[in-house]
């Protein structure tokens, strides 16, 4: 399985930017996604990047270099719904079956 | 409505007492998956399964077995369960492996006293 690298916790103002970092081993990758769940819920899918370069989803991007073993999950225009953990899942291998990471739990304050 | 279904929500049980935590989904997906969630330690897989009568083991499998007789139903069992078990299950399932997204369970809050 892969290795995902990602800070334990961030926080960031309403209304603001935040970029959450991840970064994963290239031998063998095939692609990475990013999941948002809130406290004592279920991880829910945010995006997929196979390709490099940053897709956009509204309020939140998701950009990838396969080069270099790094993606991160942008997003915008915080909102105090937005305080959760982000979980970064890296496929590689035959198989496509991701390794989570520890996830980033982001805090986002008044 | 397409979803996960896991049961029961919370449990809590007591040690060498066998039990099933059961998983449904209405999607026809062929992958589904078995996670536990541990403050610090992230999602970990524990069993998986590519189709029905196909199951493979995960990074922590040790103390847990799964069945797919059906391709809808995918439950987990703790034949003794222990204490280390005590944790935050999730199941989940997706059409396939690849490049689609996970749908997960609500969770089960599962402590072994």
């Known amino acids: 399985g892969q290795n995902i690298d990602q800070p334990t916790e961030m926080t960031a103002t309403e209304g603001a930017i935040v970029q959450i970092n991840c970064t994963y081993q290239?031998?063998?990758?095939?692609?990475l996604f990013w999941y948002q769940q809130h406290a004592g819920e279920a991880p829910t899918f945010l995006s997929y990047?196979?390709?490099?370069g940053l897709e956009e989803k509204g309020r939140f991007s998701s950009f990838l270099s396969r080069s270099k073993g790094y993606s991160y999950l942008l997003l915008k225009e915080l909102q105090m719904k937005d305080s959760a953990s982000y979980l970064c899942?890296?496929?590689?291998?035959?198989?496509?079956?991701?390794?989570f990471g520890r996830g980033t739990s982001l805090i986002v304050h008044p | 409505e397409a979803q996960v279904t896991q049961n029961p929500r919370y449990l809590i049980t007591v040690t060498g007492k066998k039990l099933t935590v059961t998983c449904s989904q209405n999607?026809?997906?062929?992958?589904m998956s078995w996670y536990r969630q541990d403050p610090g330690l992230g999602l970990r897989q524990i069993y998986y399964?590519?189709?029905?009568?196909?199951?493979d083991k995960g990074d922590v499998p040790e103390g847990y077995k799964v069945s797919r007789k059906e391709k809808r139903n995918f439950p987990l069992i703790l034949e003794s369960p222990s204490p280390n078990q005590t944790s935050l299950y999730f199941c989940?399932?997706?059409?396939?492996?690849?490049?689609?997204?996970?749908?997960f369970g609500s969770g089960t809050r599962l402590t072994v006293v």
């Open positions: 989940a399932s997706s059409k396939q492996t690849g490049n689609y997204g996970y749908t």
């Open positions: 290239t031998s063998g990758f095939n692609g």
């Open positions: 990047n196979v390709l490099d």
């Open positions: 899942a890296g496929t590689s291998g035959g198989s496509y079956i991701p390794t």
């Open positions: 999607m026809n997906h062929e992958y």
């Open positions: 399964s590519m189709n029905v009568e196909v199951t």
